[in-house]
């Protein structure tokens, strides 16, 4: 574009010399009346500045689906490249616990993978497990928040737990989308990882395994010559 012009300008010089308010506009929009080293930096720093402030919106352009309220976008990238050459760290476990580990691990990290235990019977978990014969997913939805980039609007949704309507109640809406999407894809590893691109998390959710496991206990009782075998992880605490 700019030899474009500057041919086009050398032309109109050449050859139309009859038109004197043209060339004298032309003279000085192209600061004839400076030396012509002063003018080479003139416009080379002019055509430069305006390179890198397209780059630069591009780049914003680019960006802002990406991008946090209130933090610049210098902070943002620093913090993406810090945390992309953190350690690999794998977290092993199930319930509140892990998902508060993890909430601490993603500020230095992005390559961590969490094995969640999948033998939890009680709650929307266990009245999910029973009806649709899914794997709980009520540990995984906990640890799939927690490793959120952004635990704002989204991610709030995903712990919303109903309540009013008899059929919903007591079930979060993060247990009903992974369920869903069990049915969906016809695979619970599936599931997980769909929920996690949709909450842009860091690391990966996987379940400890797809097989359906459940925790057996066997619990001495005052007074009771034998031991007493309790079937489910929601009955042991209330026989132990």
């Known amino acids: 574009m700019g030899v474009g012009l500057a041919v086009l300008l050398l032309n109109i010089y050449r050859t139309d010399t009859n038109n004197s308010a043209i060339l004298v506009f032309l003279s000085y929009v192209s600061l004839r009346f400076l030396p012509r080293i002063v003018r080479v930096f003139i416009f080379g720093s002019l055509g430069i500045g305006l390179v890198i402030y397209g780059i630069w919106g591009l780049n914003r352009a680019l960006l802002r689906p990406f991008l946090r309220p209130g933090r610049a976008v210098v902070d943002q990238l620093a913090d993406y490249r810090r945390r992309e050459r953190g350690p690999r760290e794998v977290a092993i476990g199930g319930g509140h616990g892990l998902s508060t580990l993890l909430r601490g691990l993603k500020a230095h990290t992005r390559n961590l993978t969490a094995v969640v235990t999948v033998a939890d019977d009680g709650g929307s978990s266990g009245r999910l497990r029973e009806s649709l014969g899914i794997l709980p997913p009520g540990d995984i939805r906990n640890c799939l928040a927690a490793l959120s980039n952004d635990e704002a609007l989204l991610t709030q949704l995903f712990q919303y737990r109903f309540s009013g309507a008899p059929e919903l109640e007591g079930h979060s809406f993060g247990n009903l989308f992974i369920s869903a999407l069990t049915e969906i894809t016809g695979s619970f590893e599936e599931a997980i990882a769909e929920s996690g691109r949709a909450l842009s998390v860091s690391g990966r959710v996987l379940p400890s395994t797809l097989h359906d496991v459940r925790l057996v206990a066997d619990v001495r009782l005052p007074h009771v010559v034998n031991e007493?075998?309790?079937?489910?992880?929601?009955?042991?605490?209330?026989?132990?």
């Open 228 to 240: 007493i075998r309790v079937a489910g992880e929601s009955k042991i605490p209330e026989m132990a």
